[in-house]
């Protein structure tokens, strides 16, 4: 298996107040595979694809990808890990907003060593004759594509999605599903996805569903559906 997660736990506060918020996580998944993490607010899903990321630390446990445990990394070498092998996409754009819709892509080229194809990336996501327009000029959606691009030019092994429809109408929603599917398939990156919308798990290869803290259900999706086909 590619992505590798042992025994994670991890919780917050202390004493009396303290709260598990993961309890031994076991999870593995496939180069290539797209993953759901489904549940409900405070089930331990965005905490676990933080750990995942790096962005937060278990308490114990560990996490292994292509063989490398995040653990024995230094912080500078955990720095340069995610750089190279990680891409973010957040329920909030964070866009540059001096910079265009090309440049604030070229900004995650200039963090790889094997960076995509601009204008080609440019085409797939649909941006190219927006690619000169400020943030301010641009839809949600279209935020959301160039933060999208962002995150994929780099040519991450694992793509990590916060919730990256939750800001968004269902149409725009069903758009950029269907691109983040796109890049699955034409790129190969591995993509674990955090929703709480049930109806995604239909796209996925793997759903895992979580509920305090702990993995209720790991399947996979012997009848995949295509994001465009998806209903909620």
Known sequence: MFLEIHDIRKGFGSGDSRVEVLKDINLSIDRGEFCVLLGPSGSGKSTLLNIIGGIDSADSGDISIDGEKMADMKERKLTAYRRRHLGYIFQMYNLIPNLTVRENIEVGAYLSDKPLNVDELL??????????????????????????????????????????????????????????????????????????????????????????????????????????????
């Open 123 to 232: 085409k797939t996501l649909g941006l190219f004759e927006h690619s000169r327009k400020l943030p301010n000029q641009l839809s949600g959606g279209q935020q959301q594509r160039t933060a999208i691009g962002r995150a994929i030019v780099k040519n991450p092994d694992i793509l990590l999605c916060d919730e990256p429809t939750g800001a968004l109408d269902y149409n725009t929603s069903k758009d950029i599903l269907k691109l983040i599917e796109t890049v699955n398939k034409k790129y190969g990156n591995t993509v674990v996805m955090v929703t709480h919308n049930d109806a995604i798990k239909g796209m996925a290869d793997r759903v895992v569903r979580l509920r305090d803290g702990m993995i209720l259900h790991n399947y996979v999706n012997d009848h995949r559906i295509p994001a465009e086909e998806l209903e909620w």
